[in-house]
C-alpha cells in the first residue's frame, strides 16, 4: 500500500492529491465550484456538491497513468472551517452548509452575549462570538429561524463530518473544526461543554463524538468504494481543518513557529506548546497532540481579487495578456507606492482580525478624479498589507516574538508584485515556498499517520524539503511613506465603526 490520498475541501476549489510515502506529490486533481449568496449577508454550499467533486476527483485521480486503486492505503480529509452543515436522524442533509464570512446570525451572535457574557465565553471556549465565524451563531440562527429543521437535526458538523460520513458511513468532528463550533474545550478536555450547552439551551446529543485529527472516522464503504473507485476498507482519518492541515505540512509544529497562507483569507499563523489564548485571534487545537494555533485572519483578501476581476476589470482580456487577474497585478504594479494617495479597508464582508466587527464593510479613502483604475487596484493589495500588519503587531507584542521572515502558501503566495507589497509594508523577508498544495498534502499525512504509513512525522516534513523561492525584501525608502499611511489606515476604522452600525440598520 503505497500511496497517500489526501482531499481538500477550499472556498471554490475541491484538490484530491495522490502522494507517496515520503509525502511527494504523485498527482493532483482540481474540481472548481461556486459558493451560494442566495440572500445579501448570507455564504452557504450544498455539501452533496462537495462529494460529487470530491467523487469525481477520485475517480480521475484513479484514473491517471501508472496509477491503480490497490496502491492506495490511507485517506484524510482537509476542510474549510466553519462550514456549519446539518444532518438528520438517516444522516441525509437538511440544508446548505453556512461558511465563515456568512453574516445572517448578526442578532443571534448578540443574544449568546446577553445569555453568556463575551468574557465568560472566551474564558471557556478560547474564542470570541461573532457572526459566521463561530458556528454556534448559525445554529442559533437556525433555531430561532427555521425551528422545525433545529427540531429534525441528528447531528451539527463541518465540511469533513459529511465527507467522512459519505465514505465510511460514520459521522465526527475533529478538534480543530470543533475549536470553531463555540462550545467546546479546546484547552484541557477536547469535547463539548455541557455546562455552556445548558446555560446556552443547546441539546449536547446533537454534537458529534470528537477525535483527534489523525484518528480513523472507519473504513470506505462498499457504497462509497463503488462511488469512488477506492478499495473498500481502507482507514480514513477524520483530517482537520484547512490552514491546520497547512501548518502540519509545513512542519508548523513548535512553539513560535508562524507563517502566512493566502487563499479567499488571509490568515497569519503561530503554534503554541501552551493554551494560552488571545482574545483578538481565533484559536484552535493543532492536528497533533499537545499543539495549538493561534490564528491572525482576514476574512476576503482573496475574494476580494475575485470580485475586482468580476466588477471593476476590463472586461474581455485581450489574446496573449493573460488573465484578469494578471492585468490588474500588472496594473497595480504601475501605480506607486501609496496609490496615489488611496487607502482602501478590505472589510468586504466583515472582518475578523483584529477590528471582529460583521457590520463592516470596505472603504476606498481619498479618492480623487486624479485616481485611476491601477491606483485602485494598488490601494486594494496595499490595505490587505495594512491588515496583515495590524495581525503581526499583535503576535509580536502578546506572544514577544521576533519576526525577520514569514514563510508563504497559497494561491498568491508566488504573486512577486504582492509579495513586494506586502514586504514593504510588513518590514519582513516574505519567503514564499514553492509548494502550495500544503492543506491536501496535510490531509494526506494524516491519512498516514492513521494507516500506520508515516511513523515519523517530524522526519517526514524535514525530508519534504519545500524550496524557498525568491523573497521579497522590505525597501527602505518606501518605509516613511508606509508608516504615515498605516497610521491613517488605523485610525479610519474607529472613527467608521458607529456609521457601520447606523447603514447596518438600513434596509
Request: hydrophobic fraction near 40%.
Amino acid at each position: 500500500m503505497g500511496y497517500m490520498l489526501g482531499i481538500d475541501i477550499g472556498t471554490s476549489r475541491i484538490k484530491v492529491g495522490l502522494f507517496n510515502q515520503t509525502g511527494q506529490l504523485v498527482t493532483l486533481n482540481r474540481q472548481d465550484y461556486q459558493i451560494s449568496y442566495p440572500v445579501p449577508g448570507w455564504a452557504e454550499v450544498d455539501p452533496d456538491l462537495w462529494w460529487t467533486l470530491v467523487s469525481k476527483g477520485i475517480r480521475e485521480v484513479i484514473a491517471s497513468p501508472g496509477i491503480s486503486a490497490q496502491e492506495i492505503g490511507s485517506l484524510g480529509i482537509s476542510t474549510l472551517c466553519p462550514a456549519l452543515l446539518a444532518v438528520d436522524k438517516n444522516y441525509k442533509l437538511l440544508r446548505p452548509a453556512i461558511i465563515f464570512f456568512d453574516q445572517r446570525s448578526n442578532q443571534e451572535a448578540a443574544q449568546i452575549k446577553r445569555l453568556v457574557p463575551a468574557a465568560d465565553f472566551f474564558q471557556a471556549t478560547g474564542n470570541r462570538i461573532i457572526s459566521g465565524a463561530s458556528s454556534l451563531t448559525s445554529i442559533f440562527w437556525l433555531k430561532n429561524n427555521e425551528p422545525e429543521l433545529y427540531r429534525r437535526s441528528r447531528f451539527f458538523g463541518h465540511g469533513n463530518s459529511y465527507i467522512a460520513y459519505k465514505l465510511t458511513d460514520n459521522f465526527f468532528l475533529d478538534r480543530t473544526n470543533a475549536s470553531y463550533m463555540g462550545v467546546f474545550d479546546a484547552r484541557k478536555t477536547y469535547d463539548w461543554k455541557p455546562d455552556l450547552l445548558k446555560e446556552l439551551g443547546l441539546a449536547p446529543s446533537k454534537f458529534p463524538p470528537v477525535l483527534l485529527s489523525s484518528a480513523t472516522a472507519g473504513l470506505i464503504s462498499k457504497k462509497a468504494a463503488q462511488v469512488t473507485g477506492l478499495k473498500e476498507g481502507i482507514p480514513v482519518a477524520i483530517g482537520g481543518a484547512d490552514t491546520a492541515c497547512s501548518a502540519l505540512a509545513l512542519g508548523i509544529l513548535n512553539d513560535g513557529d508562524i507563517f502566512q497562507s493566502c487563499g479567499t483569507s488571509d490568515v497569519i499563523t503561530v503554534c503554541s506548546d501552551k493554551p494560552v489564548f488571545n482574545d483578538k485571534f481565533l484559536n484552535r487545537c493543532h492536528v497533533i497532540e499537545q499543539r495549538w494555533l493561534l490564528h491572525g485572519a482576514m476574512s476576503t483578501p482573496g475574494a476580494i481579487i475575485k470580485w475586482l476581476g468580476e466588477e471593476l476589470g476590463y472586461g474581455e482580456v485581450p489574446k496573449g495578456s493573460g488573465n484578469v487577474y494578471d492585468l490588474i497585478f500588472e496594473q497595480a504594479k504601475k501605480s506607486p507606492p501609496g496609490a496615489n494617495g488611496l487607502i482602501f479597508l478590505p472589510y468586504m464582508f466583515g472582518e475578523r482580525t483584529p477590528i471582529w466587527d460583521s457590520n463592516a464593510r470596505g472603504v476606498l479613502f481619498g479618492l480623487s478624479l486624479n485616481s485611476k483604475r491601477r491606483d485602485i487596484y494598488r490601494s486594494v493589495l496595499e490595505g490587505v498589507g495594512f491588515g496583515l500588519r495590524q495581525i503581526l503587531e499583535i503576535i509580536r507584542s502578546s506572544l514577544n516574538l521576533e519576526i525577520g521572515e514569514l514563510k508563504v502558501v497559497g494561491g498568491a503566495a508566488q504573486n512577486q508584485i504582492w509579495n513586494q507589497i506586502k514586504a514593504d509594508i510588513l518590514k519582513v523577508n516574505l519567503v514564499p515556498m514553492d509548494y502550495q498544495e500544503t492543506a491536501v498534502l496535510g490531509a494526506a499525512l494524516l491519512g498516514g499517520i492513521n494507516a500506520g504509513m508515516i511513523k515519523d512525522i517530524d522526519q517526514i516534513t524535514k525530508n519534504l524539503k519545500m524550496r524557498r523561492l525568491t523573497q521579497s525584501q522590505p525597501t527602505p525608502e518606501h518605509q516613511k511613506l508606509f508608516d504615515q499611511l498605516y497610521q491613517i489606515y488605523n485610525d479610519l476604522y474607529p472613527l467608521l465603526k458607529q456609521q457601520y452600525q447606523e447603514l447596518k440598520k438600513i434596509k
